[in-house]
Nanobody, 118 residues
């Protein structure tokens, strides 16, 4: 089995910064894709950013230029740096990973709350 454990959520002021981390553990051969999604109250879950090996990144238009996704492949960890967040970024952020064990399948973290407020 594979587990994704997120950390780094919390309260951040508008214009501040926050870094989320997500580490994968288990019987992992490789992780072709890692990324972040978010879900705000009353809204559907949406893509924030993904990192596809070897070095391809993809961002939602709403976060381009403000958020940065990165990976530490040796640690099976993905990061999301939020720069100058706004209240509209308030949501539960979910880590996502497409993992190759014996088969290729998707996994989700439990979610971490990010609240942007003064």
């Amino acid at each position: 089995q594979v587990q994704l454990v997120e950390s780094g959520g919390g309260l951040v002021q508008p214009g501040g910064s926050l870094t989320l981390s997500c580490s994968a553990s288990g019987s992992i051969r490789s992780i072709p894709v890692m990324g972040w999604y978010r879900q705000a109250p009353g809204k559907e879950r949406e893509l924030v950013a993904t990192f596809t090996l070897p070095d391809s990144t993809n961002y939602a238009d709403s976060v381009k230029g403000r958020f940065t996704i990165s990976r530490d492949n040796a640690k099976n960890t993905v990061y999301l740096q939020t720069h100058s967040p706004s209240p509209e970024d308030t949501a539960v952020y979910y880590c996502y990973a497409m993992v190759l064990t014996g088969v290729l399948r998707s996994y989700w973290g439990q979610g971490t709350q990010v609240t942007v407020s003064s």
